[in-house]
């Protein structure tokens, strides 16, 4: 079982910038595909971002594409979301969601997901 639990959301005017953390609990980090999801009221949950569990390939959906950035330190067991230019409709909670025994490609289908963490909340204002 892994245990995955968010930080670094808040409250941020439209333009700026949030680093949203998820850390992952466990020795085997490396081989989880990892990503981000988001979810506003009403709505259904949305991929956003995705990094392969040895790192370096990524994916993101196109709406994030050129403002958000996805990392990972396997040593820290930590997968980030660097967040610039938000906008007010970027407010959503925001969900990590770890994938096993992926190690060479990104997940973007949440079914393929197993776990998830609680969420942190981002709210953009105009």
């Known amino acids: 079982q892994v245990q995955l639990v968010e930080s670094g959301g808040g409250l941020v005017q439209a333009g700026g910038s949030l680093r949203l953390s998820c850390v992952a609990s466990g020795r085997t980090f490396s081989s989880y595909a990892m990503g981000w999801f988001r979810q506003a009221p009403g709505k259904e949950r949305e991929f956003a971002a995705a990094?392969?569990?040895?790192?370096?390939?990524?994916y993101y959906v196109d709406f994030v594409k050129g403002r958000f950035t996805i990392s990972r330190d396997n040593a820290k067991n930590t997968v980030y979301l660097q967040m610039n230019s938000l906008k007010p409709e970027d407010t959503a909670i925001y969900y990590c969601?770890?994938?096993?025994?992926?190690?060479?490609?990104?997940?973007?289908?949440?079914?393929?997901?197993?776990?998830w963490g609680q969420g942190t909340q981002v709210t953009v204002s105009s």
């Open positions: 969601a770890a994938a096993r025994f992926v190690l060479d490609r990104t997940v973007t289908d949440r079914n393929e997901y197993d776990y």
């Open positions: 990094i392969r569990g040895s790192g370096g390939r990524t």
